[in-house]
């Protein structure tokens, strides 16, 4: 069963999915300033570099980020031939930007001038004239219908990109959706003028809208929403956009927080790792380094006894490793260069049923990847399109102690985590109050909590900080009756 489980609660919003309870795909949200795939920004190029035909633009987040010359419109909105980045943008210009990649640790964000609004049908290209049509519609009649109809609806210089959905959709909800889109862009130009200097202007879709047009697409059977607020939204954005997934939408009241009952965290626990262990006794080791991803697939408790027992017994292991390095990559949201080291075969039969089954698994994912094919030394080469963080850097932060040599979950994942065990106490025992010991790192930013956000929290803190604990462990001391717990904070209080 595919599901997909969404929660609003801790002021965090997140989403999971799941097929047959196993955990596939995870995205986040903050409420705060993180410059996202997608956000769109009123720009000042701050400099300009002909030697790279690069730019840099000020969007006003502290960190400059970078435009190449391919990503930026030609100023009389046509080419001419080799164009250089001089001519397409100048120092101190206006420019209305759309973040195509997210910053990383090592990396500014990548930015484009090249605009694109996502609906659910089309892609609208307010600058680009033109009509493209996914590869995916093959019926040539379609084709031609969609290719006239969708010319003859716009205007001069702007363009759209037909998903594959829409060679199914009726002609109104085109019109309708391409209004839509076009009514946006108009408000982003409008919100782009009143800017003083460079800022945030519009998100082309937020988390929700995002997280529904995808489910729509890869046919969801069931959308779990945990928190009333978060499912209100869902709903309206449901009926604007997917009217045939309200019969699957589901409002989770459980007592148990929705991602703790689905068995989401653990997972996430596991996709944090180098090892993943296979069914057959073999695993794979995933490590990231600067340049790429390399995946090594190792035998492990391999049973062959040699000859082609033993040629059997590795293509096997490895026809069970590419399943899971495609969910893994989906999983922790691996982009870039992926080199993948399969155990040696001898048989250029069983190697092409390895690729075979990894192209297969690969073609599942929502974002695009290309295989490669194999090397004289047996490596699979592959790369797969980025455009947010990994899951690794979204969920965890460089580690303090080691200088940077290892990593620790962020504050923010701590503090989640954090919710959610509080939430489940106050749920499932009535728990008036905590009383809890907390590593300093995330004892300061709790200490910092205003009064009015830590009565939002589902019981009252009560917070010692454990400044020789481990960066990644908390402790809940105490669960129940708040004159209970500040008894007990008084005596730790004394006692430390």
Not at 36 to 41: H, R
Not at 200 to 225: K, M, N, T, W
Not at 391 to 420: P, S, Y
Request: proline share 3%.
């Amino acid at each position: 069963m595919r599901q997909v489980a969404i929660s609003g609660s801790g002021g965090r919003l997140r989403a999971a999915w799941l097929e047959d309870g196993r955990l596939c795909e995870y995205r986040v949200e903050n409420e705060g300033t993180d410059v996202l795939a997608g956000d769109i920004y009123g720009g000042k190029v701050a400099d300009v570099l002909p030697g790279i035909q690069s730019a840099f633009v000020d969007i006003g987040s502290g960190q400059n980020t970078y435009l190449y010359v391919d990503d930026a419109l030609p100023r009389n909105g046509t080419a001419s031939g080799k164009p250089t980045i001089s001519e397409r943008v100048q120092v101190g210009e206006k420019v209305i930007v759309q973040v195509s990649k997210e910053a990383t640790e090592l990396k500014a964000a990548k930015v484009t001038t090249r605009v694109s609004l996502q609906g659910r049908y089309l892609v609208y290209l307010p600058q680009e004239a033109g009509v493209s049509l996914s590869r995916k519609i093959a019926d040539a009649a379609v084709r031609q219908r969609l290719m006239e109809t969708l010319a003859a609806w716009l205007a001069p210089g702007e363009g759209v990109i037909v998903r594959t959905e829409a060679a199914d959709a009726a002609e109104s909800s085109l019109s309708a959706e391409l209004a839509y889109l076009r009514n946006r862009w108009k408000g982003i130009q409008g919100q782009a003028e009143k800017l003083s200097g460079p800022g945030f202007v519009s998100r082309d879709l937020s988390l929700l809208e995002a997280v529904i047009r995808d489910s729509a697409a890869q046919g969801v059977e069931e959308v779990l929403v945990e928190h009333g607020p978060t499912f209100q939204a869902v709903k309206e954005i449901v009926q604007v956009f997917a009217g045939e997934f309200a019969d699957k939408l589901r409002w989770y009241q459980g007592k148990e927080p929705l991602l703790d009952h689905l068995g989401v965290e653990p997972q996430l626990q596991k996709a944090l790792k180098r090892h993943v262990p296979l069914k057959c006794g073999g695993h794979l080791v995933i490590d990231r380094t600067e340049a790429m991803t390399v995946i090594d697939v190792n035998t492990g408790a391999f049973t062959g006894k040699g000859g082609q027992q033993r040629e059997q017994a590795i293509t096997a292991t490895n026809l069970e490793a590419a399943v899971e390095i495609a969910r893994q990559l989906r999983l922790r949201d691996i982009g870039g260069i992926i080199i993948i080291d399969f155990i040696d075969m001898k048989e250029a039969a069983n190697k092409e049923r390895v690729l075979a089954a990894l192209k297969r698994e690969l073609a599942r994912d929502p974002v695009p990847t290309t295989v490669l094919g194999m090397t004289a030394l047996g490596l699979v080469e592959m790369t797969r399109k980025r455009a947010r963080a990994s899951l690794a850097e979204r969920l965890t932060e460089a580690c303090e102690a080691c200088d940077g040599r290892g990593r620790v979950l962020a504050v923010e994942e701590m503090k989640q985590r954090l919710w959610q065990e509080v939430a489940a106490l106050a749920k499932g025992q009535e728990a008036e109050a905590v009383l809890l010991e907390l590593p300093q790192r995330l004892y300061r930013v709790m200490s910092e909590l205003d009064g009015e956000r830590l009565k939002e929290w589902p019981a009252k803190l009560f917070l010692l900080n454990a400044p020789q604990g481990k960066a990644e462990e908390y402790r809940i001391l105490y669960a129940g009756r708040e004159e209970e717990a500040a008894r007990l904070y008084g005596n730790q209080s004394q006692m430390t």
